[in-house]
């Protein structure tokens, strides 16, 4: 995909950013860049290969599923304003 001037000027108005012409040209030698790797990348052949989530080769380090802290649900219900089966109430802000 090749850009020119008008079509980074449109990606600019889009986005509502206010561009100069000096650089809007940075911007389109950048995207023009990025496009170019995109189209190289793409053109590789990766039949065959199997598609991977890392690129490395490891799993994660899981620690054991243990309770931590004991249970305050109680004292912390103790002081709230307005507590009604177990939840806490709250002024309607949306009508």
Do not use: C, W
């Amino acid at each position: 995909m090749s850009l020119n001037l008008s079509d980074v000027k449109r990606i600019a108005h889009l986005a509502r950013v206010e561009i100069d012409d000096a650089d809007a040209e940075t911007a389109l030698r950048q995207l023009s860049g990025i496009l170019g790797l995109i189209a190289e990348m793409q053109s590789i052949n990766t039949d065959g290969i199997t598609p991977m989530s890392h690129s490395q080769d490891i799993t994660q380090r899981l620690r054991d599923d243990a309770v931590t802290e004991t249970d305050q649900r109680a004292l912390f219900q103790s002081v709230a304003p307005a507590v009604e089966g177990g939840l806490y109430l709250v002024p309607k802000v949306i009508e």
